[in-house]
């Protein structure tokens, strides 16, 4: 008899064997108990984290009702992942320098780092001073000028450190290896650029936030600077707090009806205080939009449904705020100076 059955019928036994039996029994039933919870588990739906009433919630549900959460989860992990691979390459460098010289990592910072850092004198205090005194709520320097001097000594030393380990970086040809952190998100919406570009920026901004127009003078130059090596799709997230924001995304999707959703994109970000429906309306025909058939479309409502799906899915994948950018994936936030798309996108280029 075999210890995963369960016994059912068994003839009549001797009491010894009878015995014997039992204790064998005895050993199996866990296994049966066991058996059991399994064909009850093998019942359940797949995936399932639990059940009410026989009916599944699965883990994709679960995961779903907290995907911002998770993408920020992920994002926090993976920066941190990324920091702390800098300071291993870093001290890994300094170890190999130290070594190829002779000396021990101590003497070597000491001579190529501190050695080389410049001392602040009280000129320098004074310069930067007198260019920041404007926001140093009419501190006096004497009260100030030790914080000054320290702040200073502490600049010019990450210089210099930066400085010696970019040199240690070309010199033993370091490579990063590590993928950095992508969210998924569809590039899916008006864009710019050609669809088999290199590099694809997806925005998530609205028409009714001073900060996504602050940031449309950055994007042109990203454009002008790459040219075809850049895609720019827009997508739509109105923030609660601007009243006209959701219709004005409408208006767009109206516009792009005609082929003019970058035209009315620059009319309303050119005039954000006039975004109520008869402005929007007023905007669509002095670009050249047929007007009959621009307000049936507004009127309609018939674009709320893709404005609230943007909405939906920039909330999931850790957009905010706007102006939002996922540059091949790569989360940048907020209206950033064109160095910072640089950096990314050059990253990129050159992953490539």
Excluded at 93 to 101: D, K
Excluded at 115 to 137: F, I, M, S
Excluded at 325 to 344: D, M, V, W, Y
Aim: glycine share 6%; aromatic share 6%.
């Amino acid at each position: 008899m075999s210890r995963t059955s369960c016994p059912r019928n068994a003839p009549f036994l001797s009491t010894a064997a009878a015995l014997a039996l039992l204790l064998l029994a005895g050993l199996a039933m866990p296994a049966c108990a066991g058996q059991e919870q399994a064909a009850a588990t093998k019942a359940s739906e797949p995936g399932a984290v639990a059940e009410i009433d026989g009916q599944p919630i699965t883990m994709a549900e679960l995961e779903q009702s907290v995907a911002g959460q998770l993408a920020q989860l992920d994002k926090q992990r993976r920066e941190l992942l990324e920091q702390n691979l800098g300071r291993l390459i870093e001290e890994k460098l300094l170890e190999r320098e130290a070594l190829a010289r002779g000396v021990t990592k101590e003497a070597l910072t000491a001579t190529e780092i501190s050695a080389k850092v410049q001392p602040v004198t009280d000129a320098d205090v004074d310069a930067w001073y007198e260019a920041n005194k404007a926001r140093l709520g009419g501190r006096a320097k004497e009260s100030i000028a030790p914080q000054i001097q320290q702040f200073l000594a502490n600049e010019r030393g990450t210089e210099a450190r930066a400085g010696f380990l970019s040199s240690l970086r070309e010199k033993y040809k370091v490579r990063i290896l590590l993928e950095p952190h992508r969210v998924k998100v569809a590039a899916t919406g008006p864009a710019k650029g050609p669809a088999g570009a290199p590099i694809t920026i997806v925005e998530f901004s609205e028409f009714e936030c001073p900060f996504c127009a602050r940031v449309n003078p950055t994007l042109d130059q990203v454009r002008a600077t790459y040219g075809d090596k850049v895609r720019i799709v827009f997508r739509h997230l109105p923030l609660p707090m601007h009243a006209n924001a959701f219709k004005a995304s409408e208006a767009s999707l109206c516009a792009d009806e005609q082929g003019k959703f970058w035209e009315m994109h620059d009319a309303m970000f050119a005039d954000q205080r006039n975004l109520g429906v008869d402005a929007l309306k007023a905007k669509a025909a002095s670009i050249g939009l047929d007007a009959a058939r621009f307000d049936e479309c507004l009127d309609s409502g018939r674009h709320a449904a893709q404005v609230q799906a943007d909405l939906a899915e920039g909330q999931q994948v850790g957009a905010n705020g706007t102006p939002t950018f996922f540059i091949n994936g790569r989360l940048l936030s907020g209206a950033q100076p064109f160095e910072a798309f640089k950096e990314l996108i050059d990253d990129e280029l050159a992953r490539r």
